[in-house]
C-alpha cells in the first residue's frame, strides 16, 4: 500500500510565511498599477477581498495541517489516559510528517503501557485464582484434622501454624487484588480535608491545618490514601497525627506528620514496596504504602517520606 505524502512541517511554516509576505507585496504593487485605472478605492476593496480570500485559504491549511492533528491527539491521550480500557478512537490524519512521526510514536507508546497494564491485570487474577483453590483445601483439611480430636498437642500445634499460614496467603492474595484495583481505579474529583470522615482517625488524635483547601482527588480516594497513612502511623505507636493541606503556586501538597516510632534509616527507601512490611508476625501485609501510592500515582501525584526525628512525615504532591 502506497503511504500518503506529507509535507514537513518546516515546508508548511515556510509556505505560511512566503505567501503571506507575498500576498503583501502583490497587494501593494497590484494597488499601484489597478488604482489608476479604476480608482483607488475601488481596487483596494477587490484587492482587500482577494487577499483575504487568500489568506482565509492558508488559514485553512494550517488548520487542517497543524491544528486539527494536534487536537485530535489531545482527545486520544485524554481519553486513554482517563480510562485505558476505553475503545479511544485513533487519530486518523495526521498532518505534516514531523505530526505523523510524534502521533505514531505516542500510540504506540499508549499501546504498549495498555499491553502491560492487561498482562498484569490477567497475570493477578490468574495467580489470585490459581492459589485461592489450594489455600482453601489446605483450610478445609486443616478444620478437619482439628474436629477430628484425635491429634496430639504437638500435631494440633503444628495445624494451627499451618492454618495461620494459610490465613497470611488469603491476606496477601486480598491485598495484592487491592494493590491491583488501586493502579486502575480513578477518583476524580476535588475533596478538602474538612469533608472527610470524622472517624478517619480511629482512636488517634487528629489535626486539621488547611481543612477547606480544595485537594484534586474525591473523597473516596482521598479517604483510602489517608486512611492507609493513619492506620499504618497507628500500627507504628502514634497517639497524634497532623493532617495540613497547603496550597503552593505550582502544586497542592498533603502533609501527614506524626508522633509515633517514625521510619528507619534502612526501611526508608523500602516502604513503598509491595510486601515490605516491619508487622509480619501481626498479620501485616506490607500492601498499605502501595496501594496509597499507585492511588496517588494514578491522579498524577507523588508521595515522598520526609527524614524526620519526631515521628513520620509524609508529603504527597499534586501538580496544579
Known amino acids: 500500500m502506497m503511504r500518503s505524502w506529507r509535507p514537513s512541517l518546516i515546508l508548511v511554516l515556510a509556505g505560511g510565511l512566503a505567501g503571506t509576505l507575498a500576498l503583501s507585496l502583490a497587494g501593494i504593487v497590484a494597488l499601484r498599477y489597478l488604482g489608476p485605472e479604476i480608482g483607488f478605492r475601488n481596487a483596494a476593496i477587490v484587492l482587500g477581498l482577494i487577499i483575504t480570500a487568500a489568506t482565509s485559504l492558508l488559514g485553512w491549511l494550517l488548520l487542517r495541517l497543524l491544528l486539527r492533528p494536534i487536537l485530535a491527539l489531545q482527545r486520544y491521550a485524554a481519553a486513554v489516559s482517563f480510562d485505558s480500557t476505553s475503545d479511544a478512537e485513533v487519530p486518523a490524519h495526521f498532518g505534516t510528517h514531523e505530526l505523523?512521526?510524534?502521533?505514531?510514536?505516542?500510540?504506540?507508546?499508549?499501546?504498549?503501557?495498555?499491553d502491560r497494564e492487561m498482562t498484569i491485570r490477567s497475570f493477578t487474577d490468574h495467580v489470585t485464582h490459581e492459589i485461592k483453590t489450594p489455600v482453601a483445601a489446605i483450610k478445609a483439611a486443616v478444620e478437619l484434622l482439628e474436629d477430628g480430636g484425635k491429634l496430639s498437642a504437638e500435631d494440633l500445634r503444628i495445624a494451627r501454624e499451618?492454618?495461620?499460614?494459610?490465613?497470611?496467603?488469603?491476606?496477601?492474595?486480598?491485598?495484592l487484588r487491592a494493590v491491583a484495583q488501586a493502579r486502575e481505579t480513578r477518583y476524580i474529583g476535588i475533596c478538602s480535608l474538612a469533608d472527610l470522615p470524622r472517624d478517619i482517625g480511629g482512636t488517634v488524635s487528629l489535626s486539621?491545618?488547611?481543612?477547606?483547601?480544595?485537594?484534586?482527588?474525591?473523597?473516596?480516594?482521598?479517604?483510602?490514601?489517608?486512611?492507609?497513612?493513619?492506620?499504618?502511623?497507628?500500627?507504628?505507636?502514634?497517639?497524634?497525627?497532623?493532617?495540613?493541606?497547603?496550597?503552593?503556586?505550582?502544586?497542592?501538597r498533603v502533609c501527614i506528620i506524626d508522633n509515633g516510632y517514625g521510619v528507619s534509616h534502612g526501611n526508608a527507601d523500602r516502604i513503598f514496596d509491595?510486601?515490605?512490611?516491619?508487622?509480619?508476625?501481626?498479620?501485616?501485609?506490607?500492601?498499605?504504602?502501595?496501594?496509597?501510592?499507585?492511588?496517588?500515582?494514578?491522579?498524577h501525584g507523588k508521595i515522598f517520606n520526609i527524614p524526620y526525628s519526631d515521628g513520620a512525615y509524609f508529603t504527597i504532591k499534586f501538580k496544579r
Do not use: W
Not at 509491595?274 to 496517588?296: C, H, Q, V, Y
Open 208 to 252: 486539621l491545618d488547611g481543612a477547606h483547601i480544595k485537594i484534586p482527588l474525591s473523597c473516596d480516594g482521598l479517604n483510602i490514601v489517608l486512611r492507609q497513612l493513619i492506620q499504618n502511623a497507628a500500627e507504628h505507636g502514634a497517639s497524634q497525627i497532623l493532617l495540613r493541606a497547603e496550597e503552593l503556586t505550582d502544586e497542592i
Open 100 to 114: 505523523h512521526q510524534t502521533s505514531q510514536n505516542i500510540i504506540e507508546m499508549a499501546e504498549t503501557l495498555r
Open 162 to 175: 499451618i492454618d495461620g499460614a494459610q490465613n497470611q496467603i488469603q491476606s496477601q492474595l486480598n491485598a
Open 274 to 299: 509491595p510486601f515490605f512490611t516491619t508487622k509480619r508476625e501481626d498479620g501485616g501485609t506490607g500492601m498499605g504504602l502501595s496501594i496509597a501510592r499507585n492511588i496517588i500515582a494514578a491522579h
